[in-house]
């Protein structure tokens, strides 16, 4: 008998950054990777890149993907046509763009980084379903903890300067209320933080210019260390088997991974005849970070809130985040990887959780892409 065919993942934005090292990373595990980007001939070079890095593997560069455009996105879909798809990362996304909106006068920054990847992943579900147990995963960021999301119509249309932080925060409520239906028919869904890693995304900001282009050089992470992250997030176990390195790295909260491996161990099923998962385990939607990026005081904390005394903590609470952000590369490259190398499940940020919000914002997307509420 011959090796089984290999698992299928798309990965958007797959031609620069973090999503081409992660492209690389899931070849070089014996994936069959579509590249999934605006512009084919800037992925058809990252395939031949790829291709030469792991001689063998199985790279293709997929339809052009234009998230701002919800026809490419369907077109795309098209040309995915009945192959199967075990894995789909929601990794493009834009910051510092100039402002517009979209026909149905969405912001462009939301279009791309969360309307656009909403449309992609519900299109695909049904492939996703047939090749359960099958997973997406979103890339969000540190920067969701910033924020305090406003009302879903509000957030789609408005560019406002938390627009980017926002977009990272809708991430996380997608894929929670993703992995709330999905998750009982075998498609699991997680969000990860990649860390700081010096890209194209901070081109034409501040961090573009010196002297913060010097410390973004010297502090972050290359794209090829951040993609560790997402790559942790793609291929880790799930449901998670039953031992001690379960416990310390499965996907959840530490308290939930222990109630679930509880239920394993007296051999009952986690998922309970209605579908839904038991105990506080019953979501198991995991959020996953890196080195410092993971640490109590970034993950215990919150800097999001409303008012003047939300302004405030927030300030202190970047403070925090940007000194972790400066030191984590750093630590984890001084010590060969010996610290801060883990990526582990911890809690997103509180307003991540609420599942009114995100549920309102799934009814108000599903009615802008024309999609119904249930599929
Ligand atoms: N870098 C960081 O420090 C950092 C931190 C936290 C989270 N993240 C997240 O990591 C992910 C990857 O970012 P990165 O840093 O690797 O950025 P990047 O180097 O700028 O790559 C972004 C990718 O998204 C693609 N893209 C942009 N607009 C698109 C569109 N309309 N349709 C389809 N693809 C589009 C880009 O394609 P083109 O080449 O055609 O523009 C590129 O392939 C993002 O989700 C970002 O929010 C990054």
Not at 68 to 85: E, T
Request: proline share 7%.
């Amino acid at each position: 008998m011959g090796d089984p065919p290999a698992k299928t993942a798309i990965v958007t934005g797959a031609n620069a950054g973090i999503g081409r090292e992660v492209a690389q990373g899931l070849v070089a595990r014996g994936w069959r990777v579509i590249l999934a980007c605006r512009d084919t001939r800037a992925a058809g070079r990252a395939a031949e890149d790829i291709a030469r890095e792991a001689p063998g593997g199985a790279v293709e560069v997929g339809p052009a993907l234009d998230l701002a455009d919800n026809g490419s996105v369907r077109n795309f879909v098209k040309g995915i046509g009945d192959r199967p798809v075990h894995l789909l990362v929601n990794n493009a996304a834009v910051n510092f763009v100039p402002k517009w909106h979209t026909e149905d006068g969405v912001a462009g920054m939301v279009q791309v980084n969360y309307l656009g990847p909403y449309l992609l992943t519900r299109l695909l579900a049904p492939s996703l379903r047939a090749c359960a147990p099958s997973r997406v995963v979103h890339v969000s960021s540190v920067m969701h903890r910033l924020t305090h999301m406003p009302r879903p119509a509000a957030f789609l249309s408005t560019w406002s300067p938390s627009c980017y932080a926002n977009t990272k925060l809708a991430n996380i409520l997608f894929a929670n209320e993703f992995h709330r239906r999905e998750g009982p028919l075998g498609v699991h869904s997680c969000a990860v933080d990649p860390g700081g890693v010096r890209t194209r995304i901070y081109a034409g900001s501040i961090y573009a210019r010196p002297p913060l282009s010097w410390a973004v050089d010297l502090l972050f992470a290359p794209p090829s260390d951040g993609a560790q992250a997402v790559l942790h997030a793609a291929t880790c176990d799930w449901p998670p088997t039953i031992g001690r390195d379960s416990l310390e790295h499965g996907p959840g909260t530490r308290s939930e991974r222990r109630e679930l491996l509880q239920i394993l161990r007296k051999g009952q099923s986690p998922v309970g005849q209605s579908g839904s998962r038991r105990g506080s385990a019953s979501n198991g939607f995991s959020f996953y970070a890196r080195g410092l990026f993971a640490s109590p005081l970034v993950t215990r904390w919150g800097g999001g809130g409303e008012g003047w005394q939300g302004a405030a903590w927030g300030a202190v609470y970047a403070l925090v985040l940007a000194l972790h952000a400066a030191m984590d590369y750093p630590i984890r490259r001084m010590s060969g990887g010996r610290w801060g190398g883990g990526t582990r499940a911890v809690p997103a940020a509180p307003q991540a959780g609420d599942a009114r919000l995100a549920l309102e914002l799934w009814n108000s997307s599903a009615e802008i892409v024309g999609l119904p509420r249930h599929s």
